[in-house]
Nanobody
Framework: QVQLVESGGGLVQPGGSLRLSCAAS????????MTWVRQVPGKGLEWVSA????????SYADSVKGRFTISRDNAKNTLYLQMNSLKLEDTAVYYC????????????????WGQGTLVTVSS
């Protein structure tokens, strides 16, 4: 079955960096777009970033543009999110999610989610 396992979260000071990873299994990873979505405890989901199946097309929320970089290694079945210049408001649980399609990533198209990894930005 489809499995997505995030890792790399933790506590970091404002201005610091973290790299999240999402290990995928149970499906042909290279055939599907992938996304990162975050959720502040007690609040709704916020789409963060997405990448198409081949890795040549990416998109970012305005709140993270210029600070976060999404990438993927299809040979390793792994999705990444490099987060730099972290801010207090980036504190959230970060989820990776698989799309039904190779180059679309709207919420309704996400059909599998990981368990999430907590990122805490605090001084």
């Amino acid at each position: 079955q489809v499995q997505l396992v995030e890792s790399g979260g933790g506590l970091v000071q404002p201005g610091g960096s973290l790299r999240l990873s999402c290990a995928a299994s149970g499906f042909i990873f290279s055939a599907y777009a992938m996304t990162w979505v975050r959720q502040v405890p007690g609040k709704g989901l916020e789409w963060v970033s997405a990448i198409n199946s081949g890795g040549g097309s990416t998109s970012y929320a305005d709140s993270v543009k210029g600070r976060f970089t999404i990438s993927r290694d299809n040979a390793k079945n792994t999705l990444y999110l490099q987060m730099n210049s972290l801010k207090l408001e980036d504190t959230a649980v970060y989820y990776c999610a698989k799309s039904l399609y190779d180059s679309q990533w709207y919420f309704e198209a996400l059909d599998a989610w990981g368990q999430g990894t907590l990122v805490t930005v605090s001084s």
